[in-house]
């Protein structure tokens, strides 16, 4: 059962966007924060020199999933240093460490693992970890006290917005009777050729796809604008629900059924470049456009 709790945060050089200290009353770990641009102003902390578990935060280019690298080392500073020159993806490193030098090799390396069995069971992130260590033996009290330490650790994660070892939770859409036809209750998302066709079509989904929380229980339909040289929107979907996608305030909505084909309503005179993102629409007004001037 959740429980309430207090955080604490400190921000040593009075910038929270370089170095924080994360602290949690009645545990006896410490979380850090520290952009990888600090990283060369505070690699000589003495936090630094335990052992302790990490995780790597960034995103590959053109990826809409966060990318992760969870480690562990004997002494953080020397791991991260090397991360720091071989590895380009992360902005940020989250370290965890004992408060009472209380972790061992068996700990963090147990940490390690359950950490990366869960990113893989969550499927919220792309993980940049090209092995993958066993389950130690731990003794029964230690594997306690190692639980309650990676449960301390999950707790404070969604605070510093990642968001990869959490389940994500479906937004339902309502089947509500049909709206009146001044409501944007259709989302209309530009896709190239590739994507359409392997995911709006072969996956009966969508994403990733910024949506404003206002709107969220506003969506009933989603509709497709194929890219030149089609420059039309061709088929329309119902949602089922929603649910978020990655670290990035994005969305991925899933389809009732199979996508139908309409229209296909051309441009008319909109100008294509409108196209570039998402736009909003009502079902009626795209059911009854001749061309996607009426649309919007």
Known sequence: MAKPFTIKLFMPSGNANELKLIEKMNWTGLGME????????HRKREELQQAGIYILVGYDDDEDLPCLYIGQADGIKNRLESHFKNKSFWDRALIFVSSNQGLNRAHITWLEWALIQKAQAIGRCKLDNTSIPNEPRLTESERADTQEFLHEILSILPLVEVTAFEKAQ????????????????????????GGFERVFLGEHCWYAVRIAGGRLEQIKYIAAYQTAPISAITHIAEVASIEPYGDGKKYKLYFNAPARPIGPLKLGNTHKNSMQGPRYTNNIVLNNARDMGDVF
């Not at 520290?34 to 102003?41: D, E, L, N």
């Open 34 to 41: 520290i952009s990888r641009t600090a990283w060369p102003t």
């Open 170 to 193: 479906k937004i339902e859409q309502q089947n509500t009777p049909q709206q009146k036809s001044s409501n944007e209750n259709t989302i209309v998302v530009p896709a190239n050729k």
